[in-house]
T-cell receptor, first 113, second 116 residues
Framework: AQTVTQSQPEMSVQEAETVTLSCTYD???????LFWYKQPPSRQMILVIR????KQQNATENRFSVNFQKAAKSFSLKISDSQLGDAAMYFC??????????WGAGTKLIIKP | DGGITQSPKYLFRKEGQNVTLSCEQN?????MYWYRQDPGQGLRLIYY???????QKGDIAEGYSVSREKKESFPLTVTSAQKNPTAFYLC???????????????FGPGTRLTVL
């Protein structure tokens, strides 16, 4: 069975600084997909970034990038130049060869102006 | 506009009542999901459906029921058997085209259910 662990219930960062959110994904599958979703105060869940496990190159989307370490089962999200609009709950999730996602408990990100 | 609608946004239930949460999509996605979200926890899967007239239980299906009579709609009924139904409920869809597991899930705006 897959498990997703987010060990940081809350993180804070100064506006314009960089912050890294941690996630570990444990699975026996060799091929899988990892996602970071953002849930702002509006509670609308939005995809931030996706990583395919077979790809060695880390995914990047503008100010958001991942550091995927397959052997360590680590999938961290780096947010550069943090903005006030980045304040949200961030959820890590994983999926293998089906359409079900397994979710972490989430990390609340606070941006200090 | 393409998207997922959930109604109502807020719902209040008395003890012993069944209530139904609506989820409608016009994304032409085959798969639909219901999640429950509680404070401090991630999303937990209640039910999912990959095709019309077929659905499977998720991790916390007890006290809930669903139907999938048409592709666009996947209503969730919270029955009186659900002992602690106060939570935020999210509906999601995903396209079944392409590689399984790769496609992102799209979410509705959610329904906040409170038991009085």
């Amino acid at each position: 069975a897959q498990t997703v662990t987010q060990s940081q219930p809350e993180m804070s960062v100064q506006e314009a600084e960089t912050v890294t959110l941690s996630c570990t994904y444990d699975t026996s599958e060799s091929d899988y997909y990892l996602f970071w979703y953002k849930q702002p105060p509006s509670r609308q869940m939005i995809l931030v970034i996706r990583q395919e496990a077979y790809k060695q190159q880390n995914a990047t989307e503008n100010r958001f990038s991942v550091n995927f370490q397959k052997a360590a089962k680590s999938f961290s999200l780096k947010i550069s130049d943090s903005q006030l609009g980045d304040a949200a709950m961030y959820f890590c999730a994983g999926a293998d060869s089906n359409y079900q996602l397994i979710w972490g408990a989430g990390t609340k990100l606070i941006i200090k102006p | 506009d393409g998207g997922i609608t959930q109604s109502p946004k807020y719902l209040f239930r008395k003890e012993g009542q069944n209530v139904t949460l609506s989820c409608e999509q016009n994304l032409n996605h085959d798969a639909m999901y219901w999640y429950r979200q509680d404070p401090g926890q991630g999303l937990r899967l209640i039910y999912y459906s990959q095709i019309v007239n077929d659905f499977q239980k998720g991790d916390i299906a007890e006290g809930y029921s669903v139907s999938r009579e048409k592709k666009e709609s996947f209503p969730l009924t919270v029955t009186s058997a659900q002992k602690n139904p106060t939570a935020f409920y999210l509906c999601a869809t995903v396209s079944s085209s392409g590689v399984a597991g790769y496609n992102e899930q799209f979410f509705g705006p959610g329904t906040r259910l409170t038991v009085l």
